[in-house]
């Protein structure tokens, strides 16, 4: 195809490098970090979910479930262009592509591909529930019971990355990795977006505190937070 759909909307300025389409959420802000951190060059574009602009026709085409963030890579496996979606897998794509932030060793590996699919299947999923009843939908749902849910298992899981961070530096050890950029921003939102700290009570975490603390202050993050904000288009 001489002209991906998505082009239309969202037309590059160098059709020859990766394409971000994204927005500054914690999943946006995970792929914009690891792409900092490969220093592989990428044209970022602002999706913004607050005006619908994932229910576009040209958006459906890269990625039909209507999330961000997606990417086109014009230079894919065999040189061929290559869509994604899903953070996790543009994740995994992207260390594969590069060779960096992820083992290569098995044992590694599967370790690294657990705590995605830990984030993507846990603390994803209820985190947001938690930001939604507790920040979202205060005019909508005035009855305690959902926010008491998912605070309950929002702390559950920060106790399952407690335990797991005590005497480590990052998710997989000494070593930063895409396991913690999945991860990171999700947990940084519960305070920076979600204004949750007392809620939550943040500070029984400390490991926890002290691995975001390295995390977050990584120049990429900093990138990461305000590549694509809507703000500033």
């Known amino acids: 195809m001489s002209q991906p759909p998505i082009f239309r909307r969202w037309p590059p300025r160098e059709r020859g490098i990766i394409q ?9 802000i995970k792929v914009a970090q690891a792409l900092e951190e490969m220093h592989l060059p990428y044209e970022p574009h602002t999706v913004d979910i607050t005006k619908g602009d994932q229910h576009t ?9 209507g999330k961000i963030p997606a990417l086109y890579d014009p230079e894919g496996p065999d040189g061929r262009p290559i869509s994604l979606m899903e953070s996790a897998a543009i994740l995994t794509y992207l260390a594969e592509k590069t060779g960096e932030l992820a083992p290569v060793d098995p044992d590694g590996k599967s370790a690294c591909l657990q705590w ?3 984030q993507m299947g846990h603390i994803g999923p209820m985190f947001g529930q938690f930001g939604h ?5 205060v005019d909508k749902c005035d ?6 849910r998912y605070a309950d298992e929002t702390r559950r899981l920060l106790g399952v990355l407690e ?6 530096d ?3 050890g000494e070593s930063f990795s895409i396991a913690d950029m999945a991860i990171a921003p999700w947990v940084d939102c519960l305070e920076r977006f979600y204004d949750a700290r007392e809620m939550l009570k943040l500070w ?7 691995w975001l603390e390295r995390c977050t202050r990584r120049p990429s993050y900093a990138v990461a937070l305000e590549v694509c904000d809507p703000k500033r288009r």
């Open 20 to 28: 971000l389409y994204s927005m500054n959420t914690p999943n946006g």
């Open 57 to 65: 026709p040209e958006f459906l085409w890269i990625n039909p479930n």
């Open 116 to 118: 995605l699919f830990f």
């Open 133 to 137: 009843f507790y920040v979202y939908a």
């Open 143 to 148: 009855h305690p019971y959902p926010v008491q």
């Open 163 to 168: 335990r797991h961070l005590t005497n480590r």
């Open 170 to 172: 990052y998710m997989l």
């Open 204 to 210: 029984e975490f400390p490991a926890v505190n002290g």
